[in-house]
């Protein structure tokens, strides 16, 4: 919020009175944001598939390496999770 204040030249208070108090269709945005976005990537002929999968790991030399939940290994160990992205467009396998 501090560095929107800055680069609009608004003050902080005016920044924290408009993102939680202000009159912001909140739900009105969201909506169009999700037809852009649904316009751009197929329209009603396309499927956005988001996943998460696990990979166990030992040591300390990748990144983002913390005890958490692996679903690969069904229980809490070391490992890094990464999310992955995939657009099906036009006709997909059920």
Do not use: P, Y
């Not at 990979?55 to 990144?63: H, L, Q, T």
Request: charged share 20%; net charge negative.
């Amino acid at each position: 919020m501090l560095r929107m204040g800055e680069v609009n030249e608004v003050d902080h208070q005016a920044m924290q009175h408009m993102l939680t108090s202000g009159a912001i269709d909140w739900h009105g945005f969201g909506a169009q944001i999700a037809r852009e976005a649904d316009a751009l990537l197929g329209g009603d002929k396309a499927t956005l598939i988001i996943d998460e999968s696990g990979f166990a790991k030992k040591g300390e030399a990748s990144a983002g390496i913390a005890r958490q939940w692996n679903g690969r290994l069904g229980k809490v160990d070391n490992c890094q999770v990464g999310v992955f992205a995939n657009l099906c467009r036009d006709s997909m396998a059920s």
